[in-house]
């Protein structure tokens, strides 16, 4: 299970949701062996006064924060976070210096989905990957 949130200046975000949406899916797919039904984006464009970047940013400044549930490997979370640099920069058009990735994990049971706990949830990808 991975969910995404994705925050930018609404201006610069909302043209780009699309592409952008389809690219993290596919960093997903690709480094952490996710299935292609389970994309859970979620977009938040802000107004300028509301997203506060460090100094060198442009507008297109977004930060992307990935939940998922723990278990992956160091390799492939670094995977996953180089893939989302360089692709999101190649087919979307943001540079790596506008682009802040955090991941954040936490066990199984401290997920719930479709009426369960993460724990007990019979999934069809692996999370040890």
């Not at 991975?2 to 690709?30: F, T």
Request: hydrophobic share 40%.
């Amino acid at each position: 299970m991975a969910q995404v949130k994705i925050y930018g200046i609404k201006e610069k975000l909302n043209p780009v949701k699309e592409a952008l949406s389809r690219v993290i899916h596919a960093c997903v797919m690709e480094a952490l062996q996710m299935p292609q039904d389970k994309r859970a984006h979620r977009f938040f464009p802000m107004e300028r006064e509301d997203m506060l970047a460090p100094g060198g940013r442009t507008d297109a400044y977004t930060i992307i924060e990935i939940s998922m549930i723990s278990g992956r490997s160091v390799e492939t979370k670094k995977k996953l976070v180089r893939l989302l640099f360089d692709k999101i920069r190649d087919e979307v058009g943001i540079d790596h210096q506008d682009i802040e990735i955090c991941i954040s994990e936490s066990p199984a049971h401290d997920w719930g989905f479709r009426g369960m706990h993460g724990d007990e949830v019979k999934l069809n990808y692996r999370i040890n990957v």
